[in-house]
């Protein structure tokens, strides 16, 4: 089955110390969105891809960065975690950037201690 | 600015019908998506509408009227499993999806 793929799906990480998480998909999809979402929160989204062209949204911090190496795989790299970062991070893709639908993967819950 | 409003939370009886609603100012228009997410997991697609009028999938429809700036969320003969939070997105101008805070429904037996 074609799909989008987090992992981990859980990320434990101290106030401070990088962490990476990865997605990638099978959906042979050009675009490729990273989101954050709060507890109860619309999810927001940080950046997109389409192709390689990367798309930063104005309010996301410095602290997050991203990485897409080929059309399959995406990653999210936070910097310096905060406890403010801790969130489910949610990676979704769609075929175009217009009407699309796009389709999200399971999530990865970062706690940061 | 860009405004999506739904309920915070709403409260059904398992076997009835659930009406969700929500209404949006966007920079332009170019469709709306609801989404169903349960606790701790990502959304997933329910529907989309882009035009004006019904559109049914199953027990679950989704209603447009663009001049209203309104969209519905129609759940019917509810079952304990569509407890959930449900999202209202809409795609403005540019093709940025704008989300709603999500709608909790709560499924009572």
């Known amino acids: 089955d074609a799909m989008v793929i987090q992992n981990p799906r859980y990320q434990v990480t101290q106030f401070g110390k990088p962490v990476t998480l990865s997605c990638s998909q099978t959906?042979?999809?050009?675009?490729m969105y990273w989101y954050q979402q709060k507890s109860s929160q619309a999810p927001k989204l940080l950046f997109h891809?389409?192709?390689?062209?990367?798309?930063n949204e104005a309010d996301t911090p410095d602290n997050f960065q991203s990485r897409r190496p080929n059309t399959s795989f995406c990653f999210l790299d936070i910097r310096s975690p905060g406890l403010g970062d801790a969130a489910m991070y949610l990676c979704?893709?769609?075929?175009?950037?217009?009407?699309?639908?796009?389709?999200f993967g399971p999530g990865t819950r970062l706690t940061v201690l | 600015g860009q405004n999506i409003d739904q309920p915070t939370e709403m409260t059904a009886t398992e076997g009835a019908i659930v009406q969700i609603n929500c209404t949006y100012q966007?920079?332009?228009?170019?469709?709306l998506f609801w989404y169903q997410q349960h606790a701790g997991e990502a959304p997933t697609f329910l529907s989309y509408?882009?035009l004006d009028g019904l559109e049914e999938k199953g027990r679950f429809s989704s209603f447009l009227s663009r001049s209203k700036g309104y969209s519905y969320l129609l759940l019917k003969e509810l079952q304990m499993k569509d407890s959930a939070s449900y999202l209202c997105?809409?795609?403005?101008?540019?093709?940025?999806?704008?989300w709603g805070a999500g709608t909790k429904l709560i499924i009572k037996p």
């Open positions: 979704a893709t769609s075929g175009g950037r217009a009407t699309d639908t796009q389709y």
């Open positions: 959906l042979n999809h050009n675009v």
């Open positions: 891809y389409y192709d390689k062209d990367f798309n």
């Open positions: 966007t920079s332009g228009f170019n469709g």
């Open positions: 509408n882009v």
């Open positions: 997105a809409v795609k403005d101008s540019n093709y940025q999806l704008i």
